[in-house]
């Protein structure tokens, strides 16, 4: 997704002020003239005079405002790409109520057979780098990932995963 | 100092530091000859596993993966016309012209002996520089970190962009990102909204796999059913021809290191600008500029040597300042955090253990290079047709247990997704990340700096030029501003769409 320069620098420039608007509650530094909300302000300051450039420069080469990459006309490019996005936001939904285990596996399933790998192939992928993943994070690493419905499974099994 | 450097040898040669050292540099191998995975990839992929680790054997993979990722870099650029890393990308048609010329075994043997020599030269210019620079910041008061920090972030976008307005935004987008959380000087909280995991920051490894890693893998899904094609050939002998070169070429080396080791010593600019711009400084002062592009080795040994020796390079401001010379120290200072020992010129005297360490490792990842390299080489067939299509969702669940792992809640997932996205779409549109990552990095110190520098100077900005040091560093960023100003009015805004 290319945006112009004016759509960009508008975009800044909204970003900035509402930094800047933030700031207005920040108290003052004991004794001081300034406090937390200088820096941001600042910082608010530069964006808005790099907006501001960025749409004096739009205004002289005329593009239009919004132009999608060439791949976006291609639906499957297109679920491609949302799928990259999905893998994460379903583990942020997912892990905690159903488990790492039994999400990651459907996800990675689902993924690389997106992407036109063979079945037995993906399934295998998968089943592999699951258990990799939970053995080596979850087990050695000692990283707490959500068990979910592997607490279902009996506590002998468990304790080569964890 | 010996007794520093012996307790440096006996925690580098311990079998288990050995051992991630191997194992890094294989992943290293890996990571650099796939196209599309980065050196500074495989240190955000790298920084989950070292998380668990002591510091030299976090350090020592992050040193040997890297080395080794940016010579691997090379040999899918001769092979497959791809660069595997962006530091191959200044001399890739070249090589790949040598390649269709029937030189694919000079090239490679090349790239590999002039990788590692360069590496290694960078390494010399960092152990004799670090302690040096170090005995010299240790009278540095904020007015000297202020202006440091300020002109590493303006080097950052003069070097590294060619468009210094989107190049400043980014900046101010990644120091305003570093701005959420307790602020330094007053311990208030900003723009946390109630959020009780965003009052400790913005989660520094978490953005950085988004940034480097997630944005990747995002522009490699759409083309991912896109492969290259292997050249036929066989790989014979790779090392013969190799000591004529360098008797003919051992100026372009040293010209090279030199080069590179500087631009990886300046902040923002890493290995893939240092071998842009070696290469251009070689075919400029070459006596058969027209042999360039061609298949013409000169080049070659310009700019391979200085993209290995940049990594020893940016490890100089990195160590000595906290202020990183590429992407790829970025993410180190944020483990020297972790590990709790904070760079700077303090670190020389407290722990020289671990910085000798560093240099031992370095020295030894050069060296490692040789033969793990050759290896490579050897079976660059059998891994450039590592299936994408497996890979990437391999790496992206990587990536999201990865992130995970670093806040140990989804939060850390989060962080990653929403930072893995802007980073995509500001790339997408011409904006520089490394401008971002740099302000998240050094946005703390840098207003530390300058809330007590205005303190301490009661709000007189005069005082910020008062010592000599301070008043150098000063000047010289006030000046890169406005030859910055001049030149945007006087360049063709037409460049933009390169």
Redesign the interface.
């Known amino acids: 997704m290319r945006t112009n320069d004016t759509l960009a620098g508008a975009i800044l420039i909204t970003i900035a002020l509402a930094m800047i608007a933030l700031t207005i509650n920040f108290p003052l530094m004991p004794g001081q003239k300034y406090g937390p909300a200088l820096f941001p302000r600042l910082l608010g300051a530069g964006m808005i005079m790099c907006g501001m450039l960025l749409i004096l420069r739009g205004r002289r080469n005329a593009r239009p405002a919004l132009a999608l990459a060439s791949w976006a006309a291609d639906p499957w490019r297109r679920v491609s790409f949302a799928l990259m996005l999905a893998l994460p936001l379903a583990a942020i939904f997912a892990w905690t109520p159903i488990g790492f285990v039994p999400t990651t596996l459907v996800s990675l399933l689902l993924l690389l057979l997106w992407f036109r790998t063979r079945p037995a192939t993906a399934l295998l992928a998968a089943l592999v780098a699951t258990a990799l993943l939970q053995i080596f994070f979850g087990k050695l690493m000692r990283v707490p990932l959500p068990l979910g419905w592997l607490l279902e499974l009996p506590p002998h099994w468990l304790k080569y995963l964890t | 100092m010996w007794t520093a450097f012996s307790q440096a040898m006996s925690l580098v040669f311990d079998p288990y530091v050995l051992w991630i050292c191997f194992a890094s540099a294989v992943f290293g191998m890996f990571v650099g000859a796939m196209p599309g995975l980065t050196a500074t990839m495989a240190t955000a992929l790298l920084v989950?596993?070292t998380?668990?680790m002591p510091p030299v054997p976090a350090l020592g993979a992050i040193v040997t993966a890297t080395a080794m990722a940016i010579f691997a870099g090379d040999i899918p650029a001769a092979m497959l016309r791809i660069p595997g890393t962006p530091a191959s990308a200044a001399y890739t048609d070249e090589s790949y012209a040598m390649a269709r010329k029937g030189q694919l075994d000079l090239n490679m043997g090349v790239n590999l002996v002039f990788s590692a020599l360069g590496g290694l030269f960078g390494v010399v210019i960092l152990i004799v520089c670090a302690p040096w620079l170090a005995e010299l910041a240790i009278n540095f008061s904020s007015f000297e970190y202020f202006w440091l920090a300020a002109l590493g972030l303006t080097c950052a976008i003069f070097i590294a962009t060619d468009d210094p307005?989107?190049g400043?935004?980014a900046l101010?987008?990644g120091?305003?990102i570093g701005?959420i959380g307790i602020?330094p000087?007053?311990g208030?909280p900003?723009?946390t909204f109630g959020s009780v995991e965003l009052l400790q920051g913005v989660s520094f490894i978490p953005a950085m796999i988004g940034m480097f890693a997630?944005s990747e893998?995002?522009r490699g899904?759409?083309?991912?059913?896109q492969a290259g094609q292997v050249l036929g050939q066989q790989v014979g002998n790779i090392f013969r021809g190799v000591g004529a070169v360098f008797r003919r070429y051992w100026f372009n080396f040293l010209r090279g290191s030199v080069i590179g080791t500087a631009i990886g010593a300046l902040p923002g600019a890493g290995a893939d600008i240092a071998a842009w711009i070696s290469y251009a400084v070689s075919k400029k002062f070459s006596k058969e500029p027209e042999k360039f592009g061609t298949g013409h080795i000169e080049g070659i040994v310009d700019s391979t040597s200085a993209n290995n020796s940049a990594l020893g390079g940016a490890w100089i401001p990195a160590l000595v300042f906290g202020i990183p010379g590429d992407s790829i120290t970025a993410i180190v200072i944020g483990v020297l955090y972790m590990k709790n020992m904070n760079p700077g010129p303090t670190v020389f005297l407290q722990n020289p253990q671990f910085i000798y360490a560093v240099f031992i490792i370095f020295i030894l990842a050069n060296l490692l290079m040789l033969p793990i390299g050759w290896v490579a080489i050897r079976s660059a067939k059998q891994i450039l047709r590592t299936?994408r299509?497996?890979l990437?969702?391999?790496i992206?669940?990587?990536c999201?247990?990865g992130s995970?792992?670093m806040t140990?809640s989804?939060y850390g997932?989060?962080v990653?997704?929403v930072l893995?996205?802007l980073g995509w779409?500001l790339e997408?549109?011409g904006?520089p990340v490394a401008p971002i990552i740099l302000g998240l990095v050094l946005g703390e110190m840098f207003?530390q700096n300058?809330?007590t520098s205005?303190?301490k100077a009661d709000?007189n900005l005069a005082s910020f030029f008062a010592r000599p040091i301070a008043a150098v560093l000063g000047v010289i960023t006030l000046a890169l501003w406005a030859y910055m100003l001049w030149r945007?009015r006087h360049a063709a805004?037409?460049a933009?769409d390169a």
Do not use: H, S, W
């Open positions: 989950p596993i998380f668990f307005v989107k400043f935004a101010f987008v120091l305003g701005c602020d000087a007053a208030y900003r723009f997630i893998l995002l899904a759409v083309t991912v059913d299936p299509n497996i990437l969702p391999i992206l669940m990587f999201i247990v995970y792992a140990n989804v997932i989060g990653m997704l893995g996205l779409l997408e549109n904006f207003e300058f809330m205005m303190i709000g945007m805004p037409a933009q």
